[in-house]
């Protein structure tokens, strides 16, 4: 924050493509397992009968007898065989099965029913179901494959097509549980990678800020809490919490344009002429230059086809983030009254961020040590917020400042000056 040393004698003071890049770096890298696992999958067709879990369904006793002797002398121990259909849903409801054998044709809830229910159940829908039925019309059988029937098996039973089906959807059920382990292990590995990015770019775009503050003999810290004093305005604004956590970052970079003038300009002890001031401006332009996707760099930022320049490296990213950052870059400095820089736009035409952002950086510039200047009182400060209010400040955010001041002096305490975080 720089703050024309006339101030000080007057009162008036959008994890869109994280996910995607995520999602990119780790597809490749699930692809790769994927393609690792494709020969193991071969050993699919190897069903162990002793662990998978099996329920039978038919209102003839005769019939659930039989399909479970043929199931049991095949090697399958897990079995449950009931002639009530309404028990047969309650029962799926409730135990984890593999394959689900059903008749057609029962009393209170046929197979079809039962299927319907199966597939609007979001823990049911993936259990492959054989249809057991003595019926041969397509009707009745192009109804269950509607409703998500694995197979079907004709009446009377044969047993090696019975043996034969029930392993088939065995392995469709195999298929499927491994599928969505996959996709669990490639989800958690989105989330950590998106993490990292994350942190990665949270880092950035901290050294970032804290290359423009050193130029101007300011401290780290600087950028740090102006982040947060703009977290906090924001969410007592009740931007949501992506907002907030957007604007934390975007604005450490509020000054980032400083990184364009010259040394003689913001290293000046003594108090800058007109001209100088003038210059001195310009860093709102440069700055959103900087941090626009479709900016270009300053003239002194050099690359090269190979070696491509921080800037052009951060531009690379056209994101929420270093859009917003942008804005803030360039409006931190309008003033509610119109009469701000580098625009001079007025009132509500100043987008949201930028005249949070005036709030905090002006807060912060004014009670820290400069060395042109010694802190103002927390008091001090706050009457000159209040006697900008309406003027140089959008009234809602000072509100919105003055209702949040436990945490702004939390903030302080945490992020001090000449000190390591704490």
């Known amino acids: 924050m720089w703050i024309d040393r006339h101030f000080f004698d007057t009162p008036e003071i959008d994890r869109t493509e994280l996910i995607s890049l995520t999602t990119a770096i780790a597809g490749v890298e699930a692809a790769r397992q994927l393609e690792q696992r494709a020969d193991s999958n071969a050993s699919l067709t190897m069903i162990d009968r002793k662990s998978a879990r099996l ?24 079995i449950v065989a009931l002639t009530d259909s309404v028990q047969a849903l309650v029962a799926l409801e409730q135990q984890p099965f593999d394959v689900a054998l059903l008749d057609i044709m029962m009393p209170r809830l046929s197979g079809l029913d039962m299927l319907a229910r199966m597939r609007a159940s979001q823990r049911l829908q993936h259990i492959p179901a054989i249809v057991m039925t003595a019926a041969s019309d397509r009707a009745t059988k192009r109804r269950a494959i509607e409703l998500g029937a694995a197979d079907f098996l004709n009446k009377p039973f044969d047993p090696e097509e019975l043996l034969a089906r029930t392993e088939n959807a065995l392995i469709r059920k195999s298929h499927f549980d491994r599928m969505q382990s996959y996709a669990r292990e490639l989800e958690q590995q989105v989330e950590q990678r998106t993490a990292e990015l994350v942190s990665s770019q949270m880092q950035l775009v901290y050294c970032l800020g804290r290359a423009a503050e050193y130029r101007d003999n300011e401290t780290g810290m600087h950028v740090l809490r102006v982040g947060r004093f703009s977290g906090v305005i924001a969410d007592q604004l009740g931007m949501g919490e992506i907002a907030v956590r957007q604007i934390e970052m975007a604005a450490t970079l509020h000054d980032i344009g400083k990184l364009g003038l010259p040394d003689s300009i913001l290293l000046k002890p003594g108090r800058l002429d007109e001209d100088e001031i003038e210059v001195m401006r310009r860093h709102a332009l440069l700055g959103r230059e900087i941090v626009s996707p479709t900016g270009s760099a300053p003239s002194d930022a050099a690359s090269s086809p190979t070696q491509p320049s921080g800037f052009d490296l951060l531009r690379s990213f056209d994101s929420p983030l270093l859009k917003m950052a942008s ?15 580098p625009l001079g736009l007025r009132g509500e035409a100043i987008p949201l961020t930028g005249r949070i952002v005036a709030v905090a950086d002006v807060y912060d510039a004014l009670s820290s040590r ?20 309406g003027t140089h400040f959008d009234p809602l955010v000072v509100d919105a400042f003055f209702a949040r001041l436990e945490d702004v002096r939390s903030i302080q305490a945490r992020f001090q000056d000449g000190g390591s975080q704490t």
Request: glycine fraction near 6%.
């Open 370 to 389: 400069r060395p042109y200047k010694e802190p103002f009182s927390h008091q001090q400060c706050l009457d000159m917020l209040q006697a900008g209010r």
């Open 327 to 341: 804005t803030i870059a360039a409006t931190h400095h309008e003033r509610w009254d119109g009469t701000g820089y």
């Open 55 to 78: 329920l039978v369904v038919d209102d003839e006793p005769i019939n659930v007898e039989v399909v479970t002797a043929y199931l049991e002398d095949a090697g399958y121990e897990q």
